[in-house]
């Protein structure tokens, strides 16, 4: 769903205007299900504030399940897409998960951080893995923003928190039948 405001929604700072969309968003006549998001400062930035929905005790990382308000060159919030999972399906038991810092460590160990490289942020979260019989698959995973030396880009990485398999973005890799013990299936 998309949405613009007809008033865009300003403030004084950027504090305030965060606190005047948390309103929005959990205000059922204006967003269905807001209370089932959550904000998420560390996929926000200058353009956009994002909320991410929550599944299975979980916050999801993918642009499905996500609200993003749209923040104008002059700081107003001007308008807000919403994607929503429903029908969540537990497809397997859950269990233990690999560290942070083993998750970080086979990253490294891939080549996959380059020398200078500073971690500003990791997040266990699902991510979506791939599409069967029609349903989207997501599953747990390490999701670390890297900011290479001498650069603003960041870089989203992400690792299988089961298996510790480095996932390409865009990846539509198939699970294998004992890779990934909790798995959600969603429409």
């Keep these: 769903m998309i949405s613009q405001f007809k008033e865009p929604i300003t403030a004084d700072n950027s504090g305030d205007l965060k606190k005047a969309v948390d309103k929005v968003v959990s205000n059922a006549n204006l967003v269905s299900h807001g209370s089932e998001y959550r904000y998420s400062k560390q996929l926000s930035n200058q353009d956009q504030l994002i909320y991410v929905q929550r599944v299975a005790k979980g916050p999801v990382y993918s642009k499905d399940g996500q609200l993003r308000f749209t923040i104008s060159d002059n700081h107003r919030v001007i308008g807000y897409s919403q994607s929503y999972l429903d029908n969540v399906d537990l497809l397997r038991e859950k ?17 996959e951080i380059p020398n200078g490289t500073k971690v500003t942020w990791a ?6 893995l791939t599409t069967a019989r029609g349903k989207a698959v997501f599953l747990p995973t390490w999701v670390f923003a890297l900011k290479p030396n001498n650069s603003d880009t960041v870089v989203m990485k992400r690792v299988n ?12 890799q198939s699970p294998s039948s004992n890779a990934n013990p909790e798995i959600l299936s969603m429409t």
């Design 95 to 111: 269990t233990k998960t690999i560290s942070e810092e083993r998750a970080l460590t086979w990253l490294y160990q891939y080549n």
């Design 161 to 172: 928190a089961y298996t510790g398999e480095i996932l390409k973005t865009g990846s539509s």
């Design 123 to 128: 997040n266990l979260a699902y991510t979506r």
